[in-house]
Each structure stands twice: as C-alpha cells, then as structure tokens.
C-alpha cells in the first residue's frame, strides 16, 4: 500500500466573526468565575462544508436569514444567500422562524480563567471526553459522537437533519477580557476506517471539454459532459440536497438523481435504488466543496461517506465520488447557457477497504488546526489568537476596563452584587458646579452612563470643577454643554441630556408662565430618573426639586378632589415611575466639612434636607458682595463629599429595601445612614438621624395638602413670599411658642429640652 494513495482530507474551514469573541467576553464577565467553564455552542454550516460562529452561536439553531424558506429553495439560491453574507461582512441578526432550514453542528466550548491552565491542557484528552468513544451496537450499527450509523441519520426530523450530528467540534479558549484577546485551540473530528480507502484515479471535469484525458478514463462506463453538468446545476437549481451528498445515476443514455435515503439494499454487484436497480459502477455520490491542489476530500464529507458505505455494506470495491466547486455555484447561467469555461468538479474513484465489524476498524482524527506561525514549535503548534478590541461592543474600548473592574468586585469581593441595578440607574444631576462635577465621575466608574444634567451657569472655575478646562472657561461655555462633552470623552456611548434652566426659588422673581413651565420640565426630568442629586450653591434652589420628590414619595397623603398638579397643569400621561418618584440625595459642602443626606422615601420616615431648618428659604444669593458670591471650601470637602453621596446611592440600590432602607440598616455593601456628617478640621465623620419634621416648610403634611388643594396658587405664593411657607406648615406658630418661653422655664430631661 503506497502512502501516497492513501485518501486525504482538507482541512476545516471556520469563518470566525468577531461578534462571537465580543459575546463570549460579555458572557465571562458575568458568569465566567469558575476556572472551567463549558458550555455547548452551534455552529451554522454552510454549503461549502465551513462552519460559521458568531455572537448568535450561543443561541440554540438560531436562523441567520430573513426569509429562510426562500433562501433555502435550492442550493444555490442557499449558496447565494451565503456569499452575500460573506461579503456584507456585517454580523447577521437572528430571526425567530418557524421554518428555519439552516443546518447547525453543535460543538462545546471550554473557558479557561488563566493562560498558564489553558496552555496546560491535555488537549487530546479534552477531545476524548467531548466526543466520547466510538461503539457498535448489537445490530451491527457503529456509534459516533452519540449518533447511530444506520437509515436513520439521512430523515429529516422535527426540522434538523439528523446527518449532521455526525459532526461535531471543540472549542478551547483563554479570553483576555481587559485586552480583549482570546487564545483558542479548535478541533473538527472525523472518523476514518483503521485501514485506509485508496485513490484509484481522480479526474477533472471542465468546461466545455468534459472530462479530462486520462488512462483511468478508460476503465470509467460513463461520460460527464456539458450536457450532465448542466442537468446536475438544474437539479441544485430546483431543489436542496438534505444532506452532504445526493446520488447522480448514469445508465442507458439517462440521468438520474436520488437521496441518500432511497439506496435502500444491496444485492451482489447491484444497489437498489428505491424500486430501481442500479451498478454500483454507474452509480456517483455527488457533493459541493472546495477542489484543493492536491485533490484531497472536503473534510466535512469523511464522516459521512463512512457512515453511506457502512449502511450499504459497501467494502474491497470501487466506488465514485464527485465534488462540485462551490466556486462555480454563481455561475449557472453560463453553464445553462454552455458559455462556462474551466474546472467545475472533479471525479475521485475510490477503492474501499473491508467491511467495518467492529469499533477497532475505525479511528477517530480530532482535527486540531494548526497555526501555520507556529507549525515548529509543538507547545503552541495548535494555538490561536484572535485580539477583537477595536471591534468590541459599540467600538467602546473605554468599556473594557470599567466593567472589569465592577466584575471584578462581584467575583473576588462581594459576588452578591447587582451590577445590572447600577449600571441601569438613570441620574438626574441639578447644580454641575464643583461637587455635581466630582459626583458625575464617580458614577461614571460606577458604570452609570444615563445622565440629565441641570444648570443655567457658565464655566467659571476649571481648576475646582473636574469635568471642565480652561479652553472651556475661554469660550464661555454653559456647563451643561461643556458637562456633556466631558462626559462622552469618557464614556463616548453615554446617553447624557443638558438641560440649561434655572430652577425656580423661593424669594426670587418669576413670572406666571415661567412657574407654569419650568415646573412641569423639572418634574418630568425628575420623574424619569431613578435618583436626582441636589448640589446647587444655595439653599432656597434645592426647595422646589426637594417638593417635587416629597409630594410623589410620601404615601401618606391623601389627594385632594382637584387632583395633583400633573392634571392641573399637564395633559400629559403619568408613567408608572411616578407612583414611587426617584431618590433624592441633597449634599452641602463647608470650608472644612460637608454632609450628605437622602430624603425620605415611601415607608422611610426620615426628614428632607428641610426638616431641620427654623426659617423660609430666602434670596440668599442677589447683592451679595465679591468675596460672598463663591463658596470657599477646601479641596478635599468637594471630593469626599461627593464620594459619600455616590456611595450611599450605590448602597441603597443593593438594599433589598432599596431606598425605604431603614437608618442604620445595611446592605451587601455596607451601611445605609439616613444622614452623614463630616469635618476635615479633625477627620470625625457623624452617621445621623433626622425625624421628619411636621412643620417643615418643603415635605411637611400641611404643605403637600396644601398644593394639593390649589396647585398654580401654592407655587405663586410659595415662590414669591417665602413667609407663605412658615406659615402653612406651622413653623411660624411654632417659633412664635418657643419666645414666648423664658429660660425659667424650660425642662432639662436626659438631655433633651421640654417644651
């Protein structure tokens, strides 16, 4: 037996588009803590053999084509379909179809956490446990991959084509995920009997000749010529083969083509083919693929054609196989029309060696493919790499070491962390100055990348507010615009909205039709965001955003016949969102101190950032003198300020109680204070409790009933006589008691004062 005869096989093409590593980052990042993760994939294969992965592959069978019914008509409309794919070059949805007729090969896919363990790996022996042991059966049937070599493989059944679990492949990866490089090992096995089939001749079939010139043609009973080449493009013109290969039949001056199902038995020198009898010699198993120089087989046919010859009991014979260039599939016109001109296929005859008997007369290939870079050197002879950062989700590489990080903190520190609660969150910032600047950058290395931004200043001050630079003060940029911009350099798929206006304040001028509008814009920003930070400069500006919360999050308010203000003054429809309205975290910066506070909420009964005052927001900001117009703090008052605000937002949405979370009580991430108090001048920081108060002048029961009752009315006199305030929740009768005590009187008990 010379070795050169011996029938070989190409190689397996894969075509791997770069949406599959993207995905399987993605997949990591979330479920990728275990130092061996496996998981089963599908492949698409195509007609030529080639096996398609992409970020659809960790879907079940999930169809590639818009109409798959129509793309798959026939095989070359298929093909067709394929090419124009291919050259797209666009990663393809998937649809949801009922009469999908793509063909998938299920393979496994193995994750390594490190590099040192998947180089380490017995790769042999991983393909041995993925592809299992070859067996026959009682009745003489052999085993493969799990699947029976018998009749049963070429039916169609519940719309998957039962042949194709006669291939399989293997998958083993490292995924850099902050490089965004993958290293893999891929393997595509077939089954070969033990004792090698032979080539006996192969001989090219061109147009317009036919088939070449050759000694072997001699012993051949039939021709291919012009005529059959067209009748064969006809027939893959008007139909699609179910499997790999259909049977083409050439006797008595006739063409005929039949399923590999209907070659039912075999008598003597005779195959019977449905009710016709049919010479093995006149008899061609015909297929598309690649013609490589060297002649050898298409890869994906191996399988295949062992399991055709075993259910046939074909064995020391000679048989005829032809592969079709899947190259010269486009060309039918020419070929209908006999204007083609070249190779199209070419004839191999086959010389079979014995019968199968049992599981030792066959061997298994795993088809490692092979890194022609590193074909010497045999540690890393079958190794991959694949590095797909610039083609990442949305071209954002920015993205690739945020989510680390935050994956990060849920596989080593706390894996009870909700990063989807985070990252979800939509945050509403009133004041971009500097703190609302430090607050922004915090969240965005949280993950956050929904922002409305709200403020009516310019860029004054690039060296304390972080988000902005000098170029910004040079032009006179608002700072909600020069927030924006800031943002997206940072996070370039960040969904920011500025929103330059001046929140209307107690004391300060305004017009009917002003309150009337800038009310209802404030209202509807808050209550599409999740949370709103309050960082103004001044006092009477955190009033109406702090009112707009407290009227939507206290459940213990009865409505007023004339409804709330969003039927007085707006047509528009309330969302679901308004029934719980969103979180609010007001935080105050001092020369050498800060405090952070969140509003009550819902069953949390703790005070607003107005419960503990004892007067009416007033004009705190016209005529006040050079050095009053700009808060003197120290630097670290801004950053760690903002830090704590982020940080109990972040909290608070890991609470199970979210953000009814009770004081003192904690989450996965720590404690959730109502309040926090800090002074640099000694580095103490003070966790506190506020009681929501019954006269305050923002959240109070009397003020909420009283806007309730005549919504336009109470913003007019609210914004414009700041006294209306103290006197409609009692803080004015109360401060009036309260003088009317001398010192005498009053009643020290466990250190509180009696009234």
Known sequence: ???????????????????????????????????????????????????????????????????????????????????????????????????????????????????SDFRSVDIKQEAENAYGSISFGTAGDLCIFGTSFNHAIWCKNDNIIEEVRLRSFLMICYVDVKACKCHFYISSPIVKPRVPWLWVS???????????????????????????????????????????????????????????????SINGNSLYVGSNECSYRDLILCGVGELPKNGALPRHWCTALLAILHMLKLCNTIVNLMVIDTNVLGEYEKIKEGNMVGNVAMLHRIRLGPCLISADDVTINYGYKVNMEYSLMKAKKHEHIVEFKDSS??????????????????????????????????????????????????????????????????????????????????????????????????????????????????GHFITDEDICERYNNLRNVMMDCDSVFLLTDSKESRWLPSFIAAEHTRNNFESSEKGSLEEVLSENKTTERLKGGPIVISGGVAFDGWMVIRHGYGTFDGGCYFCGDVQSPSDSISGRPMDETCTIVKPGSISTCAAAAVELLISLTQHPDGPQAKHGSCSCLGEV???????????????????????????????????????????????????????????????????????????????????
């Not at 067709?80 to 009469?99: G, L, N």
């Not at 290969?245 to 008595?252: E, G, Q, T």
């Not at 108090?677 to 002048?697: A, N």
């Not at 309730?708 to 009036?736: C, M, V």
């Open 1 to 115: 037996m010379e070795k050169d005869n011996c029938l070989t096989y190409t190689d397996q093409i894969y075509k791997l588009d770069v949406s599959f590593f993207s995905e399987l980052r993605k997949r990591i990042l979330y479920n990728g803590r275990e130092w061996r993760w496996e998981s089963s994939i599908c492949a698409f294969s195509a007609v030529d053999g080639s096996l398609w992965l992409d970020m659809h592959s960790f879907e079940k069978n999930s169809c590639r084509f818009r109409d798959c019914a129509s793309s798959s008509a026939s095989l070359l409309a298929r093909h067709a379909a394929e090419k124009a794919q291919r050259v797209s070059r666009f990663t393809p949805e998937a649809k949801d179809t009922s009469d999908c007729r793509c063909r998938f090969v299920t393979g496994t896919l193995i994750v390594y956490r490190s590099l």
């Open 202 to 264: 192969r001989i090219g079939i061109n147009l317009p000749s036919g088939m070449e010139s050759s000694e072997e043609k001699k012993d051949i009973p039939f021709g291919i010529d012009n005529e059959v080449i067209a009748k064969i493009f006809d027939y893959l013109n008007c139909s699609q083969p179910r499997h790999d290969f259909f049977a083409l039949c050439i006797s008595d001056g006739g063409i005929h083509f039949f399923d590999v199902c209907q070659i039912s």
């Open 393 to 506: 989700e949305d071209g954002a590489e920015h993205k690739v070491d945020a989510e680390l990080h935050l994956h990060l903190m849920k596989w080593r520190i706390q894996p009870m962390l909700d990063l989807k609660k985070i990252t979800d969150l939509r945050i509403c910032i009133v004041g971009a100055g500097a703190v609302g600047c430090q607050v922004i950058r915090q969240l965005l290395a949280w993950g956050v990348s929904h922002f409305v931004i709200i403020d009516h200043g310019k860029v004054t001050n690039a060296t304390r507010q972080c988000l902005y630079t000098a170029e910004d003060i040079r032009e006179r940029k608002d700072k909600v615009f020069a927030a924006c911009n800031a943002i997206k350099k940072v996070n370039p798929v960040a969904q920011v909205t500025p929103v330059k206006m001046s929140v209307p304040m107690p």
């Open 673 to 755: 204070p109502h309040a926090v108090r800090m002074s640099l001048s000694d580095l103490s920081l003070q966790k506190i409790y506020i009681e929501e108060s019954e006269t305050c002048i923002c959240c109070s029961r009397a003020v909420i009933k009283h806007f309730r009752s005549n919504p336009i009315e109470f913003l007019k006199k609210a914004l414009r006589n700041p006294s209306f305030l103290s006197n409609i929740s009692g803080l004015d009768k109360t401060l009036g008691t309260l003088s009317n005590y001398s010192a005498k009187d009053v009643i020290v008990e466990s250190g509180f004062v009696v009234l």
